[in-house]
């Protein structure tokens, strides 16, 4: 393996940790691993009292460090979360 991959991989480390590192966004990973395909509002509703700004904050934040795949059916986005990824890790989550 060279250099530059093995640089890639930490940073790509690095933002998963910072993601999860949120009490919220870990949440967001332990629901997705039992309910794939979520919209925005589903996973608000699942975890209460959180503002759909700051959920979409979250959901950002996930998605951007590879955590969460996303598609779009009609005005919803709805999110999966990328096992692979988390079991290498976080497999904590997977528990």
Not at 42 to 55: F, K, Q
Not at 71 to 91: F, H, Q
């Amino acid at each position: 393996m060279r250099k530059g991959e093995d640089n890639s991989k930490l940073q790509q480390a690095i933002k998963i940790y910072k993601a999860l590192g949120e009490p919220t966004r870990l949440k967001i990973a332990g629901l997705l691993v039992n309910e794939a395909n979520l919209c925005c509002s589903d996973v608000g509703i699942r975890l209460e009292s959180i503002a759909g700004s700051t959920l979409s904050h979250h959901l950002k934040q996930l998605t951007d460090c590879g955590l969460l795949s996303t598609y779009k059916e009609g005005i919803y986005i709805y999110y999966s979360l990328d096992r692979e990824l988390i079991r290498k890790y976080a497999p904590y989550v997977m528990a």
